[in-house]
């Protein structure tokens, strides 16, 4: 098993250049083709920007603003990739979510950014990272503001017993096996079984260990990302809980903080 093709969310934000590079080169590590994918709707109309897919009436575009939009993230996109020859291309005058959600079809894992609100005015918009996940039906790697490249050494599993972890364990072992260590974390409301998460990853090769920790008057979020922190952690790992559509999205808070706040990349399932 290893991940044939990563697809990469493209729009003109500033950051999108170094998340473009973190998805070739998580390409290059598993011999891999890219596909670059950008889309955004000429139409005016209400479109998901912002934290949580919050809906906005944004100034309508012209379609030829819109195709000159695309023109440019596909330069961004070829510049960013470079010499790379497993590269594919998609992109059309489309609305950018049901664009991007309709193609994971062709991906075994999707690329995209944190989200930036204050760049929704721009030709080719940042999707919500929340609707993406919720919809894609694929493992999404969520690369926050000023990271521009991609590190698994030290990796945190934010642990629950729940369908969504269950998946992402599995969803997530080719990442878990690049790792050096992985904890397992857990905010126990019970028995959490985090340990047995542990030794199952043990059974695969990957060093892990498991630890239950206290949130102290913090949400269950704040908590775990307080504990990535100190820990030194590269990457999070979780399931993500809640449901969504194009313009309702809900998520459970853990999901939300990690979304929202985490200054690292995170790897999440629905």
């Not at 992985?182 to 695969?204: C, E, F, I, K, R």
């Not at 913090?218 to 908590?223: K, R």
Request: charged share 20%.
């Amino acid at each position: 098993m290893t991940y044939a093709s990563i697809m990469v969310s493209v729009d003109l934000g500033s950051d999108a250049s170094g998340r473009i590079g973190i998805a070739a080169r998580l390409a290059d590590a598993f011999e891999s083709r890219t596909i670059g994918v950008a889309a955004q709707s000429p139409d005016h109309g209400a479109a998901q920007v912002g934290p949580m897919g919050a809906s906005a009436l944004l100034p309508g575009l012209s379609r030829q603003s819109v195709r000159d939009g695309l023109a440019r993230a596909h330069d961004l996109f070829r510049e960013a990739v470079g010499s790379r020859s497993r590269v594919l291309w998609r992109s059309a005058p489309e609305p950018g979510l049901a664009y991007l959600t309709g193609h994971p079809r062709a991906a075994d894992l999707i690329v995209v950014g944190q989200g930036n609100g204050n760049e929704g005015t721009a030709c080719i918009r940042p999707l919500d990272p929340a609707s993406v996940v919720l919809a894609a039906g694929r493992p999404v790697l969520v690369v926050p503001p000023g990271i521009d490249h991609f590190e698994a050494r030290h990796v945190m599993v934010a642990w629950k017993d729940t369908r969504e972890a269950r998946r992402e364990i599995f969803d997530a072992l080719l990442i878990l096996r690049l790792a050096s260590h992985v904890d397992v974390v857990a905010v126990p409301d019970g028995t959490s079984g985090a340990a047995d998460v542990a030794a199952y990853l043990a059974t695969h090769g990957i060093d892990a260990t498991s630890a239950e920790i206290r949130s102290d008057g913090e949400s269950d979020g704040e908590a775990l990302l307080d504990w990535a922190s100190e820990g030194a952690t590269d990457l999070i790992v979780m399931g993500a809980y809640g449901h969504g559509h194009v313009r309702d999205t809900v998520l459970g808070g853990v999901t939300r903080d990690v979304l929202g706040y985490a200054p690292i990349s995170s790897l999440l399932s629905h």
